[in-house]
């Protein structure tokens, strides 16, 4: 029995999800599922901004090229250029919305000139050109995007509903364990209601990936609780081609508290000024790299990490204290209000922050329009692997990319609706549990959770070698086997959906590090310390073995 039919399925309320949802509404039936509150989401806590060429002296060629050159050979110039360009119309559009970013009046101009955005600078661009709202950007563009979207009448809000698998035409094992053909085409997903603890069968002529990213398969990230890889990984399960899984990108300055949870220090921070100090006071980022404190963030990540290990200390520090307090309480109004209920004062005292895992480059390989391999399956945001990030995402391009693909993909969408291709909606299987019961292990969920968090920091992180990742290989090949042994024996619950994507996210990115037999961007492994252009200028490509 399906239980909800919709022209269009979006999975997930982050900017992506919201902004496809908000293009295509007025041209089909929209259901917009996401697994808590709407604004739970990476977006909703993005600080930075959005990097978009609006300054006197930027250029699309500068963007374009510090986006190359963080990427270390792997970006698509195509791709990077197509979203370059598409910046301005975006940040335009998203100013027409009601989005408030902050603005500043031309030097010299008597008041009466048109006020242009505020610029601010972050690791790895040669200009000023980060649009923000204070450093609360994500929550801005959320909070309009949510409103909208709840507003809109084609569009039809799931809230706390946890998408556990996608539905393909050819599924037919039960619990959503899905075979897939070349032939074969997404047609909606089985989503467990948490309130009612049901699992409904959504059908749907198009279904959307924007579920983000998966900081959560790491002990130590920035990321919020939603971020597990679920989109990564119902993908991959269903047959879709995964890319460049390795290159997880590691925040160098998140805040070191015991009473902080993944609190990001924003890279705007060392964008103002801010300077890396150990314990001793030492300015160390100058042993690492010319750029010093402005370096791109896997050096810095990685310079952290040696100083860590060297001196057996919990934290560096960030120190900004040397700018005027006024000024850094109004540039960073939610960081500083953050440490200060903590008891650090930044305009006083160096802010410790350690690294995290923050950002996936790799996901669900897309082309330029959001397609995935899998007919009438799309994906956009972070849960895409599109070609922009290459081996390292330059600060600030993510958002812009979740934007201008959310653009791209739903053209696509609205044409393919419009030219009345569709057959009827097929109807799914329904959800079956016959044969299992409510656990009574709850055990294994947690310890596996905290085991894959912990081994793929330890064995998987910022520095990789092959004895580290053989290791993390087995024993997820033996976690694996006990989540599935599990899931297939008892109901299905959030957490388990969960940990079954952190697995399934831990066995690729340790398939994609075993992989690349080089040091790029992102991956660093101690055998193979130099990039090789001749063999590893490439993308590393997964895909499931095809079952049926
Ligand atoms: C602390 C922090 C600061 C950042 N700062 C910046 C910045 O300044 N500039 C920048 O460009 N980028 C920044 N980033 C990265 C950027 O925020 C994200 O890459 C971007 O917001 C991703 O958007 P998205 O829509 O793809 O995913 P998200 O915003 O993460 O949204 C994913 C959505 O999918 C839902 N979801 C996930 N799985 C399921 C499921 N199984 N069922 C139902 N729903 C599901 C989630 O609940 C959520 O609603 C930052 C990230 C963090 C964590």
């Given at each position: 029995?399906?239980?909800?039919k919709t022209d269009i399925l979006i999975i997930g309320t982050g900017v992506a999800g919201l902004m496809f949802a908000l293009k295509t509404a007025e041209h089909g039936s929209v259901a917009l599922v996401t697994k808590k509150e709407a604004m739970d989401s990476n977006t909703n806590l993005a600080q930075g901004g959005i990097a978009t060429v609006f300054g006197a002296t930027d250029?699309?060629?500068?963007?374009?090229?510090?986006?190359?050159?963080?990427?270390?050979?792997?970006?698509?110039?195509?791709?990077?250029?197509?979203?370059?360009?598409?910046?301005?119309?975006?940040?335009?559009?998203?100013?027409?919305?009601?989005?408030?970013?902050?603005?500043?009046?031309?030097?010299?101009?008597?008041?009466?000139?048109?006020?242009?955005?505020?610029?601010?600078?972050?690791?790895?661009?040669?200009?000023?050109?980060?649009?923000?709202?204070?450093?609360?950007?994500?929550?801005?563009?959320?909070?309009?995007?949510?409103?909208?979207?709840?507003?809109?009448?084609?569009?039809?809000?799931?809230?706390?509903?946890?998408?556990?698998?996608?539905?393909?035409?050819?599924?037919?094992?039960?619990?959503?364990?899905?075979?897939?053909?070349?032939?074969?085409?997404?047609?909606?997903?089985?989503?467990?209601?948490?309130?009612?603890?049901?699992?409904?069968?959504?059908?749907?002529?198009?279904?959307?990936?924007?579920?983000?990213?998966?900081?959560?398969?790491?002990?130590?990230?920035?990321?919020?609780?939603?971020?597990?890889?679920?989109?990564?990984?119902?993908?991959?399960?269903?047959?879709?081609?995964?890319?460049?899984?390795?290159?997880?990108?590691?925040?160098?300055?998140?805040?070191?508290?015991?009473?902080?949870?993944?609190?990001?220090?924003?890279?705007?921070?060392?964008?103002?000024?801010?300077?890396?100090?150990?314990?001793?006071?030492?300015?160390?980022?100058?042993?690492?790299?010319?750029?010093?404190?402005?370096?791109?963030?896997?050096?810095?990540?990685?310079?952290?990490?040696?100083e860590l290990k060297k001196s057996g200390n919990d934290s560096v520090f960030l120190d900004i204290t040397h700018r005027p307090a006024d000024e850094i309480r109004g540039r960073f109004p939610n960081i500083y209000e953050k440490c200060l209920s903590l008891g650090i004062d930044m305009t006083r005292t160096p802010i410790p922050v350690v690294p995290a895992a923050h950002y996936m480059?790799?996901?669900?390989?897309?082309?330029?329009?959001?397609?995935?391999?899998?007919?009438?399956?799309?994906?956009?945001?972070?849960?895409?692997?599109?070609?922009?990030?290459?081996?390292?995402?330059?600060?600030?391009?993510?958002?812009?990319?979740?934007?201008?693909?959310?653009?791209?993909?739903?053209?696509?969408?609205?044409?393919?609706?419009?030219?009345?291709?569709?057959?009827?909606?097929?109807?799914?299987?329904?959800?079956?549990?016959?044969?299992?019961?409510?656990?009574?292990?709850?055990?294994?969920?947690?310890?596996?959770?905290?085991?894959?968090?912990?081994?793929?920091?330890?064995?998987?992180?910022?520095?990789?070698?092959?004895?580290?990742?053989?290791?993390?290989?087995?024993?997820?090949?033996?976690?694996?086997?006990?989540?599935?042994?599990?899931?297939?024996?008892?109901?299905?619950?959030?957490?388990?959906?969960?940990?079954?994507?952190?697995?399934?996210?831990?066995?690729?990115?340790?398939?994609?590090?075993?992989?690349?037999?080089?040091?790029?961007?992102?991956?660093?492994?101690?055998?193979?310390?130099?990039?090789?252009?001749?063999?590893?200028?490439?993308?590393?490509?997964?895909?499931?073995?095809?079952?049926?």
């Open positions: 029995m399906t239980d909800i250029s699309f060629d500068l963007h374009i090229s510090d986006t190359l050159a963080s990427g270390d050979g792997l970006c698509n110039k195509d791709v990077v250029k197509m979203v370059v360009k598409a910046g301005p119309a975006c940040i335009n559009e998203l100013t027409r919305l009601g989005v408030c970013f902050n603005t500043q009046q031309a030097p010299g101009s008597q008041g009466d000139s048109t006020p242009g955005f505020d610029l601010g600078r972050e690791g790895g661009h040669c200009q000023n050109r980060i649009v923000h709202a204070h450093d609360m950007t994500g929550r801005e563009v959320e909070r309009v995007l949510v409103e909208l979207a709840r507003r809109h009448p084609n569009i039809q809000l799931f809230e706390n509903h946890v998408a556990i698998d996608l539905i393909t035409q050819s599924t037919r094992m039960r619990r959503g364990l899905v075979t897939t053909t070349h032939e074969d085409f997404c047609c909606g997903a089985y989503v467990l209601d948490r309130a009612h603890h049901q699992v409904k069968t959504f059908a749907a002529h198009i279904t959307m990936l924007a579920t983000g990213g998966a900081g959560k398969v790491y002990l130590y990230t920035s990321n919020p609780d939603i971020a597990t890889g679920d989109g990564m990984a119902m993908a991959y399960r269903a047959g879709a081609t995964i890319a460049n899984m390795e290159f997880v990108q590691f925040h160098p300055t998140c805040l070191f508290h015991p009473e902080a949870k993944n609190f990001l220090i924003s890279e705007a921070v060392r964008g103002e000024g801010g300077i890396l100090i150990d314990a001793g006071g030492h300015r160390f980022m100058g042993d690492y790299d010319p750029q010093k404190d402005m370096a791109c963030r896997d050096v810095v990540a990685r310079a952290i990490d040696t480059c790799g996901g669900v390989v897309t082309d330029v329009q959001g397609r995935t391999d899998i007919r009438h399956l799309y994906a956009v945001g972070e849960t895409a692997c599109t070609g922009l990030h290459g081996a390292n995402r330059l600060a600030s391009n993510s958002l812009l990319e979740a934007l201008v693909y959310a653009d791209t993909a739903a053209k696509d969408v609205v044409e393919l609706l419009q030219s009345n291709r569709f057959n009827p909606l097929p109807q799914p299987p329904a959800w079956d549990d016959v044969g299992t019961s409510d656990s009574d292990e709850m055990i294994v969920v947690s310890h596996n959770w905290d085991e894959i968090r912990r081994l793929m920091w330890n064995y998987v992180g910022i520095v990789r070698s092959n004895k580290r990742l053989e290791r993390a290989q087995r024993r997820i090949d033996i976690i694996q086997n006990e989540i599935q042994d599990y899931y297939w024996h008892f109901k299905v619950i959030p957490d388990l959906v969960e940990l079954r994507n952190i697995a399934t996210v831990a066995e690729m990115i340790i398939k994609c590090a075993r992989h690349r037999k080089e040091s790029r961007g992102l991956h660093y492994n101690l055998q193979y310390p130099k990039r090789d252009d001749r063999r590893w200028c490439k993308d590393t490509i997964i895909r499931r073995q095809v079952v049926g």
